[in-house]
């Protein structure tokens, strides 16, 4: 049975902030973990999904970030019959960030940019099925984000973590959480403990979980003891040239590194 499900990783373009969608595919039909922001690549995955020829039935969305959902309206243009769907608290969440994100992503970016917002329908079920294999849908409180709606593949001891971890990425730290980024590590190393063979990030390559775990804590906690700086350049000098070949890099100097040291 565990041969009747296969992952497809595909990442967007840096300015689209290197963010990872996943097509997990049965023979025939197939579901999209998470989106990504920019119009174009989002053209480009819908291409990609079409050349499989499954049927998409679900976009599941992970968390309330634009590189994760803001795509969603391509994807329900091209495939008018998909399900649109996430947990009741991401979902709260979108509906409290969602408007104000697009309005800013449709100034910034103009004709790249969204043109609405679509909130995804509530899914009341704690499990999923691609053709008739389980998925489940495990559910991890703030961190880098304030609700990630994660998918658990037994068959393929496989786990879709999203933004609970990165690989070789600046972590994006706007939100100020690193402490409890780091408490939601160390829920995820319980969890995958014995139990997932490969974690899925939403940003850079999928590995083992310890791997991606540790990749994950020593960012922050680098982060963390930069901050002892108190400069908001020396922080960003200090990141960039302890991580000088991370992926994107906005995340750093764009967003955290502002929100930690608003300009006076
Ligand atoms: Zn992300």
Known sequence: ??????????????????????????????????????????????????????????LFISHAHPDHFM?????????????????PNVIGDLNAAGPPILSMLQSKLGPNGPKKLIVPDEIAASKLT??????????????????????????????????????????????????????????????????????????????VPAKLIQKTRDYLTAFQSALGLGDGRAVEQEMLSKFPDYHAKQFLTVFTIPAYFPAK
Request: charged share 25%; net charge negative; hydrophobic share 35%.
């Open 71 to 87: 795509g969603s309206e391509v994807i329900v243009e091209h495939f008018p019959d998909v399900k649109v769907v996430s947990t």
């Open 1 to 58: 049975m565990s041969q009747a499900l296969t992952i497809e990783k595909f990442t967007s373009s840096e300015g689209g902030s290197w963010s990872n969608a996943y097509l997990v595919s049965g023979p025939k039909e197939a579901l999209l973990f998470d989106v990504f922001m920019l119009r174009p690549d989002t053209e480009d995955l819908v291409s990609k999904i079409k050349a499989t020829g499954k049927t998409l039935t679900h």
């Open 130 to 207: 691609v053709e008739g294999e389980e998925i489940e849908i495990v559910e991890f409180r703030e961190g880098e984000s304030r609700h990630f709606a994660t998918l658990n593949i037994p068959a393929l001891k496989s786990h879709l973590a999203s933004d609970l971890v990165y690989n070789e990425a600046h972590c994006y730290l706007a939100e100020k959480r690193p402490d409890a980024w780091l408490d939601r590590l160390n829920e995820l190393e319980t969890f995958s403990n014995g139990r997932i063979h490969t974690a899925y990030p939403g940003h850079g390559e999928p590995d």
